[in-house]
């Protein structure tokens, strides 16, 4: 009877897996199934054990152990192999990934202070911008950030010419380990590393294709800081 219960419901979770697998993201499908087959491998293993197949069962253990421990570690070998290129300001701290040229930001001050700017409404990142003026350098990363969100956000929305908006950038000595998570790199990597992580966040933020001039500049400071040092 327990043997019977057991076959239906394993029935029943491999039926509900399948709908949900249907309408998923493949990125996202790769990953669950790699948990998703040594959790299946485990529960065999039980229904095994109840059937008295406990060698069969042991096998099965053993593979779901072994193929778990691969799921986590190419998990995190594609957390650390995700590079990322951070620039700080008075009110903004800045991410892009260099893989994807997806693009996000933590406010650092004012009434929107620890919220990301991908939680913030159009109409909430507008006041932002407002509430910014007189800080060039956090506004230029902002309008960085709403022309890749919202390419048309500048129609209707009209800027005070005080604002200091395309106002060349001033941002003050740099120090090497602010170059280093510009540039999305490790402390000491060599010259080689820096002038490619340089080139590939070029093709990302370069003014030419509608990227930043503010984060083009930054990008170019941060290499020549790093370079002093070859």
Known sequence: MFILFYIVLAA??????????????????????????????TILGVAFILLGRTGISLGLFGLAAALFGR??????????????SRVRTAALEMELDLDSGAMNGLVLAGQFEGRELDALSESDLMLLHTELRGD??????????????APAW????????????????????????????????????SEAQIREAHRR?????????????FLAARINEAKDVLLRRH
Request: charged share 25%; no cysteine; hydrophobic share 45%.
């Open 71 to 84: 799921a986590r570690a190419r998990s995190r070998a594609t957390r650390s192999a995700r590079q990322t």
């Open 154 to 189: 500048r129609d209707g929305f009209e800027a005070d010419p005080d604002d200091g908006l395309g106002a060349a950038p001033a941002s003050g000595s740099m120090t090497e380990e602010e170059a280093y998570e510009i540039l999305g790199l490790a402390a000491g990597a």
């Open 136 to 149: 060039p350098e956090s506004v230029q990363v902002l309008e960085a950030y709403l022309d890749r969100r």
């Open 12 to 41: 029943l979770l491999l039926a509900g897996s399948a709908a949900l697998f249907v309408h998923m993201n493949p990125r996202r499908l790769a990953v669950v199934l790699r948990y998703f087959i040594p959790v299946l491998l």
């Open 201 to 213: 966040l070029m093709k990302r933020v370069h003014p030419d294709t509608g990227g930043s001039v």
